[in-house]
């Protein structure tokens, strides 16, 4: 069953960058977000030529990582992923407004209370991002 981005995870606009979550499996996630050509960081990133910020793109794979964090721990209440380490960002092809990404998160390891993913978006089947992340279970 999929559920709502807003009902999973506590991150709001002007912050949030998951629109709809696509599908959920036992260990990966699509997800996407539709671009607007009036998202305030185009305006300055950079002026007649708006890319989206290699930051923000990985900062939406980890929001769909954290979606899918959220359903695997229905089964311990009150704990919180906290976001603890990015490695391995390639950055392929820009992304500009009107792009749709289509984001992928898949759960590579557990090792106690660390929990390891990959991820990556894309844009119309062209990676424009892939990395790797941890997260740490916090009491919520």
Sequence with gaps: MIVSVEACIPHRAP???VDEIVSVMDDAIEARRALRADEPYFAGHYPGNPIM?????CEAVVQAGTILMSQK???????????TRVQGARFKKMV??????LLKARISERLGS???LSGSASVNNQVA????FAFTLADG
């Design 73 to 83: 721990l229905k089964e311990s209440p009150g704990k919180l992923p906290l976001l």
């Design 96 to 101: 500009r407004p009107g792009d749709t990404l």
């Design 114 to 116: 660390a929990w390891f």
């Design 129 to 132: 991002v892939t990395l790797e």
């Design 15 to 17: 912050f949030l960058f």
């Design 53 to 57: 910020p290699g930051v923000l793109l």
